[in-house]
């Protein structure tokens, strides 16, 4: 089974086992998003990745984001429009959602507490993907950093859904192509 999963020493310097890859729809279109990514997230292009396809739209480009590699192209005319929902580790959640609302997205999430010590804020960017943000400090701790068994506890169905749960799922329920 190790064998089906690259390790890595195997993987090409910047990149992740698994990387995500968006289709851009909406204002300004992949270079665009891109600005975002660079902006909001201190990302880099890689500039060799940058392919314009015969119509003008980018059929590829890859951006840097801190350990990971965001690859994205324009969404063509006739695609479904396919939202991402992309989750990031920043420093603190303060800077890059305001980058982030100065450069047209919207909180859905304000910036709270969240399991294992950590803080979460959720955001729509301006092509209408969610982001989940989490700042992991001294003192936190993530589902990896547990034994890996099923936790004890589990939410109680019938008390009302919080703030975290309510905000996420008005969002993915409201989700539509930008424009």
Not at 124 to 132: F, I, K, Q
Request: aromatic letters at 8%.
């Amino acid at each position: 089974m190790s064998d089906l999963v690259l390790g890595a020493t195997a993987l090409p310097p910047g990149y992740g086992t698994v990387n995500p890859f968006v289709a851009v729809t909406g204002p300004g279109g992949a270079p665009a998003f891109v600005d975002f990514l660079t902006a909001v997230f201190a990302g880099r292009e890689t500039r060799s990745a940058r392919t314009p396809d015969a119509d003008g739209l980018l059929i590829h480009a890859e951006v840097r984001v801190g350990t990971s590699t965001i690859m994205l192209c324009d969404s063509k005319p006739g695609w479904a429009f396919t939202p991402a929902l992309l989750q990031v580790y920043v420093p603190g959640l303060d800077e890059p959602v305001l980058r982030a609302v100065e450069r047209g997205a919207e909180v859905v999430t304000e910036p709270t507490p969240f399991h294992g010590d950590q803080r979460l804020a959720r955001l729509r960017d301006p092509w209408h993907n969610l982001w989940w943000l989490f700042e992991y400090g001294e003192q936190s701790t993530a589902p990896a950093e547990h034994p890996d068994e099923v936790p004890q506890w589990r939410p109680d169905p019938s008390a009302p859904a919080g703030y975290v749960k309510r905000t996420v799922d008005g969002a993915l329920r409201a989700l539509t192509p930008p424009g």
